[in-house]
């Protein structure tokens, strides 16, 4: 049973900067492709960061050059590095595990964490 447990969001001022953790069994490391996604309160998820099938990262284009996701293959962590946070960061942001590449977005056998709140005051 795969399992993700997020840590590390919480309240930040414009600007702000705050580094989101997923921490999960080596196995699932090996065998699922895993990202980031966030979501609004009345809007749909939607991925920001994810690690590719050829092991690079993809960015949504509303947080790239902001935002840095990393694997720590060694711990089994997955990072989301946020910089230069703006109020429209604000959400609650999951980890994303999916036996098949997350770049185009999830799918019905994805599995999420249980979820971190971020929220950037202007």
């Known amino acids: 049973q795969v399992q993700l447990v997020e840590s590390g969001g919480g309240s930040v001022q414009t600007g702000g900067s705050l580094t989101l953790s997923c921490a999960t069994s080596?196995?699932?490391?090996?065998?699922?492709?895993m990202g980031w996604f966030r979501q609004v309160p009345g809007k749909e998820r939607e991925k920001v960061a994810v690690?590719?099938?050829?092991?690079?990262?993809d960015y949504a284009k509303s947080v790239e050059g902001r935002f840095s996701i990393r694997q720590d293959n060694e711990m089994n962590i997955l990072y989301l590095q946020m910089n230069s946070l703006k109020p429209e960061d604000t959400a609650m942001y999951y980890c994303?595990?999916?036996?098949?590449?997350?770049?185009?977005?999830?799918?019905?056998?994805?599995?999420w964490g249980q979820g971190t709140q971020v929220t950037v005051s202007s």
């Open positions: 080596r196995d699932t490391f090996s065998r699922y492709w």
């Open positions: 690690i590719d099938s050829d092991g690079s990262p």
């Open positions: 994303a595990a999916d036996r098949r590449s997350l770049r185009y977005g999830d799918s019905p056998a994805t599995v």
